[in-house]
Antibody, heavy 125, light 108 residues
Framework: EVQLVESGGGLIQPGGSLRLSCAAS????????MSWVRQAPGKGLEWVSV???????FYADSVKGRFTISRDNSNNTLYLQMHSLRAEDTAVYYC???????????????????WGRGTTVTVSS | EIVMTQSPATLSVSPGERATLSCRAS??????LAWYQQKPGQAPRLLIY???TRATGIPARFSGSGSGTEFTLTISSLQSEDFAVYYC??????????FGQGTRLEIK
């Protein structure tokens, strides 16, 4: 069964750090586009970061320089390292697989077809 | 950054009726648009990608249309399980990948 399971969320003080994990089963994270998407309480979806083609990464401006996405192919796990956390980072964090692919140096996305259930991050003193 | 705007914010429809949800992009996204359904306490679920193509297991009552900057998600005959929040997402010009703010579909 294709599945994603997030973990690592919790209550953290402003300025603190946290690492989220997303364990995949039924497919390999190394061969797919993998994203983190977050949802603040009562709000909509916000894309956070994507990793693909080994180590190509992009970030939303709101987290650039503070968050780092990575993956461990041996553990088939996606990570999100978060530093300098702020109250506005409070959200449910989802990992998601995209059906994207690259051809002749151009990469295409096709929609996020597998999602985890999310892990909650609360930044508060 | 491409801004996605969904309308209406809330749509009230009776079971069995048709629901039409709209999504507008601030610039052309061609047909690189997806729709997601999210129920309370659950993760989003991919419904439609490439504007028109239903994801695996999505019933035929869900259909997508549009191109460029104007898109529509139509649910032909609403079932009780369809009442949820719906998001559009563009992936034509990225990063960033951007979502609309959502349309809440509620029972009339």
């Amino acid at each position: 069964e294709v599945q994603l399971v997030e973990s690592g969320g919790g209550l953290i003080q402003p300025g603190g750090s946290l690492r989220l994990s997303c364990a995949a089963s039924g497919f390999s994270v190394s061969s797919h586009f993998m994203s983190w998407v977050r949802q603040a309480p009562g709000k909509g979806l916000e894309w956070v970061s994507v990793i693909y083609s080994g180590s190509t990464t992009f970030y939303a401006d709101s987290v650039k320089g503070r968050f780092t996405i990575s993956r461990d192919n041996s553990n088939n796990t996606l990570y999100l390292q978060m530093h300098s956390l702020r109250a506005e980072d409070t959200a449910v964090y989802y990992c998601a697989r995209d059906k994207g692919s690259c051809s002749n140096g151009v990469c295409y996305l096709y929609g996020m077809d597998v999602w985890g259930r999310g892990t909650t991050v609360t930044v508060s003193s | 950054e491409i801004v996605m705007t969904q309308s209406p914010a809330t749509l009230s429809v009776s079971p069995g009726e048709r629901a039409t949800l709209s999504c507008r992009a601030s610039q052309s996204v061609s047909t690189n648009l997806a729709w997601y359904q999210q129920k309370p306490g659950q993760a989003p679920r991919l419904l439609i990608y490439g504007t028109f193509t239903r994801a695996t297991g999505i019933p035929a009552r869900f259909s997508g249309s549009g191109s460029g900057t104007e898109f529509t998600l139509t649910i032909s005959s609403l079932q009780s399980e369809d009442f949820a929040v719906y998001y559009c997402q563009q992936y034509n010009n990225w990063p960033p990948i951007t979502f609309g703010q959502g349309t809440r579909l509620e029972i009339k």
